[in-house]
């Protein structure tokens, strides 16, 4: 089935320093998703990722398509303590029956320290 | 995006016994699915609620063990059955093709179940 490879598995970094995370397919995806979860709560979306080599801000967050569909990455610029969480990227396929289907990474878990 | 709201938010169950959580949504939405989240672990598709005909499940998963109703397009329910504490996990909600965001899928907060 399809996996998602994603790294780091986890970092510890101070306050203001610059972030980044990808995740990486032997699949091709139709889009790619970036989520944060916080402990005790479900999976808020930061960044939706339509066409090949998109690249899309959200805040100081910056998240690019790469150009084979195979892969993307996650930039967070001038990390802040209310970062602290576990980042997942997530491909989309659309199914032969026209449903679709979410392929989740295992997760970054992001520490910020003060 | 839609607000999703899942019921109980936690409990506590005995093994043997099956607990049907809730989920509503608060718009129209084409595609609801049910998810687990073990302690530490990604997020694992259980099934595809399909309103109004059976579930969609994924490989390692049955209806016996996990059934689903969607009566409409805003309201799902997932029974975990004949619990064991293997059952024991987060149990989050999502949906998807809300009119502006097709391709979206947004998430509720979760159903933490521990199965003693």
């Known amino acids: 089935g399809q996996q998602l490879n994603q790294s780091p598995q986890s970092m510890f970094i101070q306050e203001g320093e610059d972030v980044s995370m990808n995740c990486t397919s032997s699949s091709i995806f139709n889009t790619w998703l970036w989520y944060k979860q916080d402990p005790g709560e479900g999976p808020v979306l930061l960044i939706a990722?339509?066409?090949?080599?998109e690249l899309t801000s959200n805040g100081r967050l910056t998240a690019q398509f790469g150009i084979t569909r195979k892969d993307s990455f996650l930039n967070i610029s001038a990390s802040i303590p209310s970062d602290v969480g576990i980042y997942f990227c997530?491909?989309?396929?659309?199914?032969?029956?026209?449903?679709?289907?979410?392929?989740f990474g295992k997760g970054t878990k992001l520490t910020v320290n003060p | 995006s839609a607000v999703i709201s899942q019921k109980p938010s936690r409990d506590i169950c005995q093994r043997g016994t099956s607990l049907t959580i809730q989920c509503q949504v608060d718009?129209?939405?084409?595609?609801m699915f049910w998810y687990r989240q073990q302690p530490g672990q990604s997020l694992t598709l259980i099934a595809t609620a399909n309103q109004g005909s059976e579930a969609t499940y994924e490989s390692g998963f049955v209806i016996d063990k996990f059934p689903i109703s969607r009566p409409n397009l805003t309201f799902s329910t997932l029974t975990v059955s004949n619990m064991s504490p293997e059952d024991s996990s987060i149990y989050l909600c999502?949906?998807?093709?809300?009119?502006?965001?097709?391709?979206?899928?947004?998430f509720g907060p979760g159903t933490r179940l521990t199965v003693t």
């Open positions: 999502s949906v998807a093709g809300t009119p502006h965001r097709p391709y979206e899928q947004y």
């Open positions: 990722l339509y066409k090949a080599g």
């Open positions: 997530a491909g989309l396929l659309l199914t032969q029956g026209g449903s679709e289907k979410l392929v």
């Open positions: 718009s129209q939405v084409t595609m």
